[in-house]
């Protein structure tokens, strides 16, 4: 029934098998934009554009942190070779995302080496490496290439006594030999804690002031574990801006579902990085999406989203890292899900003919995406009828197209219709008017055409089948 973006690297789906209207460069009235913009005069302001009063808001002003092969590679499923890296980290460079994050090159031999290659490619995105708070790794990791280097270290009761079992105060001083010798080879250093939200706040704030004053470039907030809500997140965020000076990142686990929520409430605290990986992938059920996160900023100021990133390559990234780990793009995924841009039901489709903003947030032109309306159903009616009826150069009144409708939806009652049984239908509707065997109502002389059409369609096979095996055996 729906196009199916996410499903190869095609442009467009396979329209055969569809019941839908393509409406890609199909005018809108009075040359009306989508609205998000407020260019049509009905969308008079975006209800989910920062709020001027908010002075820390970076909902329009961050950088992603692109994790697909560092927390991405933590993915059950995720086993990727070197090819398969430097794929991925060519397309998010391509895309646009600020870091890419790789994995500690302590982990293994391979992921050093790995690690040195992406470094290598000369990049535009600058490339950290995520190591423990621990001076073997930071040795390693300070000769591999990397611009910055992403330290974390427990800090809530449950790791401090069953992860590494360090206290606080030998925390906070490895922290600050490690930082200081990461700054003292002229890279980039961030210092993180891990699970952070079920942290004490005193222990927080202590460590982040003490890493600051060293010149820390950035701190990061983790909810390891995916506990915290958007009220918290955004509590924590604020609370932490007013004590350091340096950026601030925050990395988001998903697992009750927050992570795209959570993330918008920490750029609206003053967070001014954001960790995310391709279709989310990582720990469990993994960390904030890129595309859902794009989709959610987009949503707030589409043209900053757009001078940043090449957001037609979003598809072709997130198929690229499904392929890699052997799954699906979700359905219901933002952007490039299923039927993320086709729209079904008979009010949903004459508000959208009309003016796509009506149900849409997203542009699917700006995505390198399709809208489709989808016909051929029990849901449809009339105005999503006419304006196939109109693709198709026939001519109908609106009565004839009524009845016409009628006519589908008593077929769709029975079996969903493709776009070829609607377009059938439609032209032998029209044909019967105009030779004059059908008028408005008359059920049984549209059956009678159907039927002859369909005997007709047989016909054809069958001379196309003799005509085949004739020639065959010639
Ligand atoms: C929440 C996150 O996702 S954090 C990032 C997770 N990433 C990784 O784990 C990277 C892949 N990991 C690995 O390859 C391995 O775990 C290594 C190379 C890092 C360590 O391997 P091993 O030495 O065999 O230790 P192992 O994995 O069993 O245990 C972790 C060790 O790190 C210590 N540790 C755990 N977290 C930290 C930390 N943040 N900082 C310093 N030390 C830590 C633990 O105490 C333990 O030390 P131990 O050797 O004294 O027991
Ligand atoms: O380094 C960080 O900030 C986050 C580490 C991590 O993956 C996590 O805590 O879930
Ligand atoms: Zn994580």
Redesign the pocket.
Known sequence: MCPNPSSDSAPAPNKAHMTAIDMTGSPRPNGTSNGINGTNGHTKHNPYAPRASDFLNNVSNFKIIE?TL??GE?FANAFFDTKTKIAIAKALDAFGVEYIELTSPAASEQSRLDCEAICRLGLKSKILT?IRCHMDDARIAVETGVDGV???I?TSSYLREFSHGKDMSYITKTAIEVISFVKSKGIEV?F????SFRSDLVDLLSIYQTVDKIGVNRV?????VGCANPRQVYDLVRTLRGVVGCDI?I?L?NDTGMAIANAYCALEAGATHI?TSVLGI??RVG?TPLGGLVACLYAANPEYVKSKYNLAMLREIENLVAEAVEVNVPFMNPITGYCAFTHKAGIHAKAILNNPSTYEILKPEDFGLTRYVSIGHRLTGWNAVKSRVEQLGLKLTDEEIKDATAKIKELADVRTQSMDDVDSLLRVYHSGIQSGELAVGQKEALDRLLRQHREAVGRERLDDTQVTVVAASA
């Open positions: 994790s560092r927390e933590q995520h992403d330290v974390v427990g961030r993180s804690t891990e699970d990061g907030i983790a909810d390891t990142e990395h686990h960790d990582g720990e960390i």
